[in-house]
């Protein structure tokens, strides 16, 4: 999966354990056709958003991915 990352901030004072001041990860991901090879609206490639959120029980982030 071909991905940039952006991070949200939740600023919730708590630790890490308790699943603050940890941070979302949004992963993008390019739209593909049946060939594989990425689609483009115009110039820009086509890119879907996955949300991945940290969970404090696993000490792990969670989400979904192609």
Same mark, same amino acid.
């Given at each position: =999966?071909?991905? &940039?990352?952006?991070? &949200?901030?939740?600023? %919730?004072? +708590? %630790?890490?354990?308790? *699943? *603050? #001041?940890?941070? #979302?990860?949004? !992963?993008?991901?390019?739209? +593909?056709?049946?060939?594989? +090879? !990425?689609?483009?609206? *115009?110039?820009?490639? =086509? %890119? +879907?958003?996955?949300?991945? $959120?940290? #969970?404090? $029980? %696993?000490? &792990?982030?969670? *989400?979904?991915?192609?």
């Amino acid at each position: =999966m071909s991905a &940039r990352l952006l991070r &949200r901030g939740q600023g %919730t004072g +708590r %630790t890490a354990q308790e *699943g *603050g #001041d940890v941070k #979302d990860i949004e !992963i993008y991901s390019y739209i +593909r056709d049946k060939r594989g +090879r !990425i689609r483009y609206k *115009g110039e820009k490639a =086509m %890119t +879907r958003p996955h949300l991945w $959120q940290f #969970d404090p $029980q %696993t000490q &792990r982030y969670e *989400g979904q991915a192609e």
